[in-house]
């Protein structure tokens, strides 16, 4: 089946700093990547859609300049926490949609849990 | 986006059925009904989805009310590694978004 692939897993960093993640569909293209986010016994909170070759859709309250996205190929989209503070800790899920059907399933990430110190 | 309403929890023993409900009185007739699924520390695992018949794969059954106010995600025989969160959401096809709510938490007990 369809697999997306995350990485890294878990991370921890220093506060300030800036953290990459990385979203994979190995054996699909992806013309649309999703963000979320999802803090301790809660449910998942979208981010902001993703698109192959145009800026990234941010929902409402998300800082775009905090949250870079960039969707360069059909199999990568990258997430960039910039300057982390310890309220940024989270885990951070991406999930994919295979092809141009509307209404396909999604295909998730196994999530990248982030600490910042 | 349209809203889900699911009970908080429940409980379920062991190769027994599960009937998950999810009501959502305010769904659009572009809405796709679609469930999802986590484990702890995991993404979210596709279950099914559908619009407005009855669905059925090999992880389970979705039973979609007449008026498609409502819906129930049946797992015809629970098992241990079944317990998870279980998410109804309403997909908006002019959006393509998927908006997760606070799910159902499913409990198996052998």
């Known amino acids: 089946g369809a697999v997306v692939s995350q990485h890294p897993s878990w991370v921890i960093c220093k506060s300030g700093t800036s953290v990459k993640i990385e979203c994979r569909s190995l054996?699909?293209?992806?013309?649309?990547m999703f963000w979320y986010r999802q803090f301790p016994k809660q449910s998942l909170m979208l981010m902001a859609t993703s698109n192959e070759g145009s800026k990234a859709t941010y929902e409402q309250g998300v800082e775009k300049d905090k949250f870079l996205i960039n969707h360069a190929s059909l199999t990568l989209s990258t997430l960039t926490v910039t300057s982390a503070h310890p309220e940024d800790s989270s885990f951070y899920i991406c999930?994919?949609?295979?092809?141009?059907?509307?209404?396909?399933?999604?295909?998730f990430g196994s999530g990248t849990q982030l600490s910042v110190l | 986006d349209a809203k889900t309403t699911q009970p908080n929890s429940m409980e379920s023993n062991e190769e027994e059925p599960v009937h998950l409900p999810c009501n959502h009185s305010t769904i659009s007739g572009t809405d796709y009904i679609h469930w999802y699924r986590q484990l702890p520390s995991q993404g979210p695992e596709y279950v099914i989805h559908?619009?407005?018949s009855n669905v059925n794969n090999r992880m389970a059954s979705l039973a979609i009310a007449e008026d498609r106010k409502s819906s129930t995600l049946i797992l015809h025989r629970a098992t241990l590694r079944d317990a998870a969160v279980y998410y109804c959401?309403?997909?908006?096809?002019?959006?393509?978004?998927?908006?997760f709510g606070t799910g159902t938490r499913l409990q198996v007990f052998p």
């Open positions: 999930s994919a949609e295979r092809g141009a059907t509307i209404n396909e399933k999604l295909f």
């Open positions: 959401i309403l997909r908006d096809i002019s959006t393509d978004k998927l908006i």
């Open positions: 559908g619009l407005t």
């Open positions: 054996d699909f293209q992806a013309t649309t």
